[in-house]
């Protein structure tokens, strides 16, 4: 058999989905570690689609999206940044969020030129440049805090970056970045003429007296960012598939062509029906947030009673927990963060992903956990973690 590509042999499959294989695997494990809800998206969404289902559309839609779901975006992410979006020229609807990322990396960049990649970071981004025939350079993000240094960032700008990928809030830290670290990314974007690609899908799972500012809101940046987002998170419909790019409309021309070619377009009847989602008045953001951070308090209750240290998420649903005292113990000589990940699976019942998938560098000791669970999986969640306070 001839040979296969080189590119397919530079990175492993998700670790992530590895992780929830080996989970239900295992009968009565609890998943936290992809992240998807469990429960439905909103009641009039659910209702659309069953009207959906018999009236159609149920052939191809417009390849970059629907009108409606186009006009539907651009009604809901012009406040955001501070003017009209235009659904005709500035939008691309996407088979998820996923799809918009691959296509804005390569509608900007060329083989062999340079993306900057924060680590950790959500292990698509890698993959990406990889496909795409970019170079993926990483700066790290400083834990606990999980801050950058501004100078470190500057010489990989200096370098010759093409782009910034930028998650905010951040899969798999939980980190909010602040007004002033977004200047800092932008200013340099401005200065040494890169784009800035930006994953918001945590939009609004923020917590406390942090907030989402996009990218594209701050002066001079509305031109070389493109906003990669989706609705699986933020209305509960992951399996849905539904992502978009919304950018430059020079940009987006480009990302139209890649996305025909990659997909040709997202299911008609999904649009038609998350029109309704995108439709949702304040109040169903609000319900979100208090939901999601309910459900931190609890999970994060059971971090503590385990005896192990964490981030408290300032954002996202996702927690890293520092699990270096643990493999400090002899029954655990010599494991991975992966090997750990997987006896607990088996030993403990919960499954989280070993944060080595995220870093660049050799990092062993971070494991993720998801709390987009219901509020008794969590308890019940809770309650197993306390049993590795025996350990280290």
């Given at each position: 058999?001839?040979?296969?590509?080189?590119?397919?042999?530079?990175?492993?499959?998700?670790?992530?989905?590895?992780?929830?294989?080996?989970?239900?695997?295992?009968?009565?494990?609890?998943n936290l570690?992809?992240?998807?809800?469990?429960?439905?998206?909103?009641?009039?969404?659910?209702?659309?689609?069953?009207?959906?289902?018999h009236?159609?559309?149920?052939?191809?839609?417009?390849t970059?999206?629907?009108?409606?779901?186009?006009?539907?975006?651009?009604?809901?992410?012009?406040?955001?940044?501070?003017r009209?979006?235009?659904?005709?020229?500035?939008?691309?609807?996407?088979?998820g969020?996923?799809?918009?990322?691959?296509?804005?990396?390569?509608?900007?960049?060329?083989?062999?030129?340079?993306?900057?990649?924060?680590?950790p970071?959500y292990?698509n981004?890698?993959a990406?440049?990889?496909?795409?025939?970019?170079?993926?350079?990483?700066v790290?993000?400083?834990?606990?805090?999980?801050?950058f240094?501004?100078?470190e960032?500057?010489?990989a700008?200096?370098?010759g970056?093409?782009?910034?990928?930028?998650?905010n809030?951040s899969?798999?830290?939980?980190?909010?970045?602040?007004?002033?670290?977004?200047?800092?990314i932008?200013?340099?974007?401005?200065?040494?003429?890169?784009?800035?690609?930006?994953?918001?899908?945590?939009?609004?799972?923020?917590?406390?007296?942090?907030?989402?500012?996009t990218?594209?809101s701050?002066?001079?940046?509305a031109?070389?960012?493109?906003?990669?987002?989706?609705?699986?998170k933020?209305?509960?419909?992951?399996?849905?598939?539904?992502?978009?790019?919304?950018?430059p409309?020079?940009?987006?021309?480009?990302?139209?062509?890649?996305?025909?070619?990659?997909?040709?377009?997202?299911?008609?009847?999904?649009?038609?029906?998350?029109v309704?989602?995108?439709?949702?008045g304040?109040?169903?953001?609000?319900?979100?947030r208090?939901?999601?951070?309910?459900k931190?308090?609890?999970?994060?209750?059971g971090?503590?009673?385990?005896?192990?240290?964490?981030?408290?998420?300032?954002?996202?649903?996702?927690?890293?927990v520092?699990?270096?005292?643990?493999?400090?113990d002899?029954?655990?000589?010599?494991?991975?963060?992966?090997?750990?990940?997987?006896?607990?699976?088996?030993?403990?019942?919960?499954?989280?992903?070993?944060?080595?998938?995220?870093?660049?560098?050799?990092?062993?000791?971070?494991?993720?956990?998801?709390?987009?669970?219901?509020?008794?999986v969590?308890?019940?969640?809770?309650?197993?973690?306390?049993?590795?306070?025996?350990?280290?």
């Amino acid at each position: 058999m001839p040979s296969l590509s080189s590119r397919v042999g530079a990175f492993t499959d998700s670790v992530i989905r590895r992780m929830t294989r080996i989970n239900d695997s295992v009968p009565g494990s609890i998943n936290l570690s992809q992240g998807f809800p469990d429960w439905r998206p909103p009641p009039a969404v659910m209702d659309r689609l069953a009207q959906v289902a018999h009236e159609g559309p149920h052939q191809y839609s417009t390849t970059w999206g629907a009108q409606n779901i186009r006009e539907a975006i651009a009604d809901k992410y012009g406040p955001g940044v501070g003017r009209r979006v235009d659904p005709d020229s500035q939008i691309c609807v996407t088979c998820g969020g996923t799809e918009a990322m691959m296509a804005a990396v390569m509608t900007v960049c060329d083989p062999g030129d340079r993306v900057i990649v924060f680590s950790p970071f959500y292990e698509n981004y890698g993959a990406d440049a990889l496909l795409s025939g970019a170079r993926a350079v990483f700066v790290p993000l400083r834990p606990p805090s999980f801050t950058f240094d501004p100078g470190e960032l500057e010489r990989a700008f200096a370098a010759g970056a093409r782009a910034i990928i930028v998650c905010n809030p951040s899969n798999p830290t939980g980190r909010v970045l602040g007004r002033d670290e977004l200047a800092t990314i932008a200013d340099l974007a401005r200065r040494y003429d890169a784009f800035v690609i930006t994953d918001e899908v945590y939009e609004h799972i923020v917590f406390d007296d942090n907030e989402h500012v996009t990218m594209a809101s701050l002066p001079g940046m509305a031109g070389r960012t493109i906003c990669c987002n989706s609705l699986s998170k933020t209305y509960s419909m992951t399996g849905w598939r539904l992502g978009f790019l919304i950018g430059p409309a020079e940009v987006i021309e480009g990302a139209r062509k890649v996305h025909d070619f990659l997909t040709v377009g997202a299911a008609a009847p999904l649009q038609e029906a998350a029109v309704v989602g995108l439709r949702q008045g304040p109040e169903y953001y609000a319900w979100l947030r208090d939901e999601y951070t309910r459900k931190r308090g609890i999970l994060c209750a059971g971090l503590d009673a385990a005896a192990l240290d964490y981030n408290r998420p300032q954002g996202t649903y996702f927690v890293m927990v520092d699990i270096a005292r643990l493999l400090q113990d002899p029954r655990f000589a010599g494991m991975t963060d992966l090997d750990f990940c997987t006896w607990m699976i088996h030993e403990i019942g919960v499954a989280a992903v070993p944060g080595s998938s995220f870093f660049h560098d050799p990092v062993n000791n971070w494991v993720r956990l998801h709390f987009a669970r219901a509020d008794e999986v969590l308890a019940e969640a809770g309650r197993r973690l306390a049993g590795l306070a025996e350990y280290g």
